[in-house]
């Protein structure tokens, strides 16, 4: 790499839900911020609703009311899930979390992701301290002592003390970083699609456990239910070439009838699902967050909540650096402490629900009965359970 560098306070790769959030609240609070995105934008045009979906906990809500970017989304699509249902096939049991029950007026919001994508990048384009540099892919890293420089694949190099790689699970700047990950293929996809129902969602976000992996319905503004069917590869294969009635009939036995006949369903898309943890968050100036530090199973909807939770953590750390270095190696060393731990526990636990009532033998199957009826019984044990996943 030989051509004059750029140089700004922090560069961030990968304009996805996490990089964007951490991009912007740098920018605001006053530091001159790269964002590197190799794709172009999507955009929003209130056409018909994208497959990807997600639960977003309430203080990831937080994080978007800070920024004045929440009022955009609710404006558009979002909608509220007041209670959830979750319930074993096999074991018996049940969980039952109310936004009444603990004070509040919802649990969190189901929003599309490129949605959220989209309204963070109209956001990031008012920044006058900030460069969106897009499509440009990062293809080159040097690092020494005090700052890291990025080549990107049109030639232009970009310079700063601290590099962000939020380039998602495939992070290729991970990679140039030399940090490895330890990887566990679920052989499970995560099949989505959007169903219409014949009883309403009642705003309730329902799911129940079945041998090859929970299926979700998160309720959305049409009246229709988003649906998460986590599913073994083949199963996963053939549930997508079904025909629509079979699908349909299908899915109704998968829920157990719990919101009547299935009467709609729209494309169906599924991605793999896959554990995988980088084995470090820090290389010399260079720090992971989001996808690119933890890829979790989504049976419980955490995954671009943990990145947001990385972003803040960032984002308080380098608040409290003021004028001294924001890439020092003491802060990006507790910026890991801070959200490794969290994140690993994370991902273990979502693993470890999957296994447990994914398994068909007695012993599980009797103990994750008793499990999820006990967790409803026990006062205070749901409370703190919700306060947990929504970073409360
Ligand atoms: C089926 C399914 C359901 C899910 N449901 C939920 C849910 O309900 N709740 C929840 O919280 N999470 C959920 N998740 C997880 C969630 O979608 C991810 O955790 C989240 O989208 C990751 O965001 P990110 O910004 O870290 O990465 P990404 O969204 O992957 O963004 C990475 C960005 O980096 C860009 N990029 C890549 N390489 C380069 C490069 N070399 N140079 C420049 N840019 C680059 C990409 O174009 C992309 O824009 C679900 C996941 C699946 C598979």
């Given amino acids: 790499m030989s051509a004059p560098r750029d140089r700004f306070d922090a560069i961030v790769v990968g304009a996805?839900?996490?990089?964007?959030?951490?991009?912007?609240?740098?920018?605001?609070?006053?530091?001159r911020v790269a964002l590197v995105e190799s794709r172009e934008p999507v955009g929003w045009d209130g056409g018909s609703p994208g497959l990807r979906v997600v639960a977003l906990a309430a203080d990831a809500v937080d994080q978007l009311k800070a920024l004045e970017v929440w009022p955009a989304i609710a404006a558009r699509r979002a909608h509220p899930y007041r209670r959830m249902r979750?319930?074993?096939?096999?074991?018996?049991?049940?969980l039952d979390f109310d936004a009444d029950r603990f004070g509040q007026p919802e649990l969190g919001w189901i929003v599309e992701l490129d949605l959220v994508a989209a309204s963070l990048w109209e956001a990031l384009g008012r920044e006058r301290g900030l460069r969106r540099m897009c499509p440009a892919r990062v293809e080159h890293l040097e690092q020494d002592g005090d700052r890291a420089t990025l080549g990107l694949d049109d030639g232009t190099r970009v310079a700063a003390p601290l590099v962000v790689a939020a380039d998602g699970a495939g992070s290729?700047?991970?990679?140039?970083?030399?940090?490895?990950?330890?990887?566990?293929?679920?052989d499970q996809r995560g099949l989505v699609a959007y169903v219409g129902t014949e009883h309403p969602h009642q705003d309730t976000a329902w799911q129940r456990f079945l041998p090859g992996g929970p299926v979700a319905f998160l309720p959305v503004a049409d009246g229709r239910c988003s649906i998460v069917w986590s599913l073994p590869d083949a199963e996963a294969t053939r549930l997508l070439e079904v025909t629509d009635e079979q699908f349909m009939r299908e899915l109704e036995r998968a829920f157990d009838g719990r919101l009547g006949a299935i009467t709609s369903v729209s494309q169906r898309a599924a991605f793999p699902l896959r554990r995988q943890l980088a084995r470090s968050y820090v290389a010399g100036r260079v720090v992971l967050a989001g996808d690119a530090a933890h890829a979790v199973h989504p049976l419980a909807g955490q995954g671009v909540n943990l990145g947001l939770r990385d972003a803040a953590c960032l984002q308080r750390l380098v608040e409290a650096a003021g004028a001294r270095d924001i890439g020092a190696a003491h802060r990006l060393a507790r910026y890991q402490r801070e959200r490794r731990s969290d994140n690993v526990i994370a991902a273990w636990a979502f693993d470890g629900i999957n296994r447990v009532f994914s398994s068909d033998a007695l012993a599980p199957t009797l103990l994750r009965g008793k499990a999820l009826g006990l967790a409803n019984a026990v006062p205070g044990l749901a409370r703190r359970l919700w306060r947990h996943a929504a970073g409360r």
């Fill in 16 to 31: 996805g839900v996490v990089g964007a959030m951490l991009a912007l609240t740098l920018s605001r609070s006053g530091r």
């Fill in 86 to 94: 979750v319930w074993d096939a096999a074991g018996g049991g049940e």
């Fill in 172 to 186: 290729t700047l991970r990679g140039l970083a030399g940090i490895e990950v330890d990887a566990h293929a679920y």
